[in-house]
């Protein structure tokens, strides 16, 4: 069964970081691109970062650029996400997502993280 | 990083035809595909339309998407109860900044 599992959620003190992780199951993980998308609560969909199958190429949503850091270790078949000066507006559902034509086609369950004092 | 505009609602009764708009511009709809995203509520957003009209395995082709230079649909035709969710449209861009990936602002679908 093709299958993304985030972990790594949690609530955090502005100026804070946390790391998320998601972990790959039942596709080729090495051969996929990957996202990470989130969701505010009660908002729309907002993506937040790219990486290629090899970790080589990397994007970033304005919003999170120079504070987040998307890695991969496709030996583990797992994708993370590093983020650093959280901010109260990070607060969000974050999903990861496998990536193929251009769509993202594969998502997991999300993790929550909550930004507050 | 732009956003793509979709009106926030849309309704029909059990049967009929519902249609939903996404605007966007030369950068990001303009020149690439467009995928559309149904979540039902509590859950994760699942690819409904990938390619401006292709679907999925197992996706019911009561679902079409089509596109005309900076704009797309999406039609759900025959409408059912298990169709009331919320529909985003979505595609890369490129900017000055680099590229990016781009949702629509999500249209409420109800069933009357």
């Known amino acids: 069964e093709v299958q993304l599992v985030e972990s790594g959620g949690g609530l955090v003190q502005p100026g804070g970081s946390l790391r998320l992780s998601c972990a790959a199951s039942?596709?080729?993980?090495?051969?996929?691109?990957m996202n990470w998308v989130r969701q505010a609560p009660g908002k729309g969909l907002e993506w937040v970062s790219y990486?290629?199958?090899?970790?080589?190429?990397?994007y970033y949503a304005d919003s999170v650029k120079g504070r987040f850091t998307i890695t991969r270790d496709n030996a583990k078949n797992s994708l993370y996400l590093q983020m650093n000066s959280l901010r109260a507006e990070d607060t969000a559902v974050y999903y990861c997502?496998?990536?193929?034509?251009?769509?993202?086609?594969?998502w997991g369950q999300g993790t929550t993280v909550t930004v507050s004092s | 990083q732009s956003v793509l505009t979709q009106p926030p609602s849309a309704s029909g009764t059990p049967g009929q035809r519902v249609t939903i708009s996404c605007y966007g511009s030369?950068?990001?709809?303009?020149?690439?595909?467009v995928n559309w995203y149904q979540q039902l509520p509590g859950t994760a957003p699942k690819l409904l339309i990938y390619?401006?009209?292709q679907r999925p395995p197992g996706v019911p082709d009561r679902f079409s998407g089509s596109k005309s230079g900076a704009s797309a649909s999406l039609a759900i035709s025959g409408l059912q109860s298990e169709d009331e969710a919320e529909y985003y449209c979505?595609?890369?861009?490129?900017?000055?900044?680099?590229?990016?990936?781009?949702f629509g602002t999500g249209t409420k679908v109800t069933v009357l």
């Open positions: 997502a496998s990536q193929h034509d251009l769509a993202m086609d594969v």
């Open positions: 039942g596709f080729t993980f090495s051969s996929s691109e």
């Open positions: 990486i290629s199958s090899s970790g080589s190429t990397k």
């Open positions: 030369s950068s990001n709809i303009g020149n690439n595909p």
């Open positions: 390619s401006n009209n």
């Open positions: 979505a595609a890369w861009g490129d900017s000055l900044n680099g590229y990016y990936y781009v």
